[in-house]
């Protein structure tokens, strides 16, 4: 299991935990119907504006400088357990760890120009092609309001029944093309779910699902409290548990490239090298101990 198919799960979560209020979503916050007819949907930036009312409104969010995520993440096909802590501060900053406990570990960070991996044997590995692509456009710490900017075209195209929920479905389309869905609740009128696409011979095709829910109040501003991934290819499903939120404590260095990083990228793209003949690490499986640490509860 590659490193980025948690770090997806990661970003797509900061990014519907509620960004600060600024840029073209800044609009006047609309009380909208528990339900809309299919014939007259909700505008996007109606929807966005909702959905920051309601996790805590314009004037929390603004002040918020940077958060950080902590949860347990399982994956019952592979029973797969760790722990994980996600970073984030604005423009586009990310550091995220997941550990194994008894398993695997490891760090990935994108510092808005590059992004790196590295293992828990100190293994330094710059992302590439789709996988740095994806976290970088994923990134934005402002990624939900922003929305209009990151996109040539954003649109409301249904109202629909989605994952035993009514929603609505707002579709952004990038420059280049890059598809991205917003799945609003209807009735609670907060993020749902996330949907990213990838080209396919049959056109663009889902890639990766995020299904968010049981926001709680975490600093004065609520946060899903459960996140569910789906990534095509992927064994199973991962499932989160968010255990805390804290805002405006990040060390900005956590973000800042070092020497390996350097001589990764002088080195084609890892460090140390890899070797003539190295065999690729084992896949992560298995059952860990106690993510949350030894006497903690799991």
Request: hydrophobic share 40%.
């Amino acid at each position: 299991m590659k490193p980025m198919r948690i770090v997806g799960l990661v970003v797509g979560l900061t990014a519907a935990l509620g960004a600060a209020a600024h840029g073209q979503w800044h609009a006047p916050l609309l009380a909208l119907p528990a339900a809309v007819t299919a014939q007259s949907p909700p505008a996007p930036e109606d929807l966005f504006a909702r959905h920051m009312r309601e996790i805590g409104g314009a004037d929390k969010l603004a002040a918020v400088k940077s958060r950080e995520v902590r949860g347990i993440v399982r994956n019952a096909s592979t029973g797969f357990v760790g722990r994980i802590v996600a970073q984030t501060a604005p423009p586009n900053l990310v550091h995220t760890m997941i550990e194994a406990p008894g398993i695997t570990s490891w760090d990935t960070v994108f510092n808005g120009e590059i992004a790196w991996t590295r293992t828990v044997v100190g293994e330094t590995t710059i992302l590439q092609g789709d996988e740095a692509a994806d976290l970088r456009f994923n990134s934005y710490f402002h990624a939900e309001v922003e929305a209009g900017t990151r996109f040539a075209k954003l649109e409301t195209v249904e109202q629909l029944n989605w994952n035993e929920r009514p929603t609505f479905r707002v579709r952004g389309t990038a420059a280049d093309g890059r598809i991205h869905d917003t799945m609003f609740d209807a009735e609670s009128g907060m993020i749902y779910g996330l949907i990213s696409y990838r080209m396919g011979a049959q056109g663009p095709q889902p890639f990766v699902t995020l299904i968010v829910s049981d926001y709680k109040e975490f600093g004065g501003l609520k946060s899903p409290g459960r996140i569910v991934q789906r990534r095509e290819g992927q064994d199973g499903e991962f499932v989160t548990t968010v255990t805390g939120v804290t805002l405006d404590s990040v060390d900005p260095a956590v973000f800042k490239a070092d020497s390996d990083v350097q001589r990764a990228i002088d080195s084609g793209g890892r460090w140390p090298p890899k070797k003539a003949g190295e065999a690729p690490p084992p896949p992560i499986s298995g059952p860990a101990s106690n993510p949350a640490g030894p006497g903690q509860p799991k």
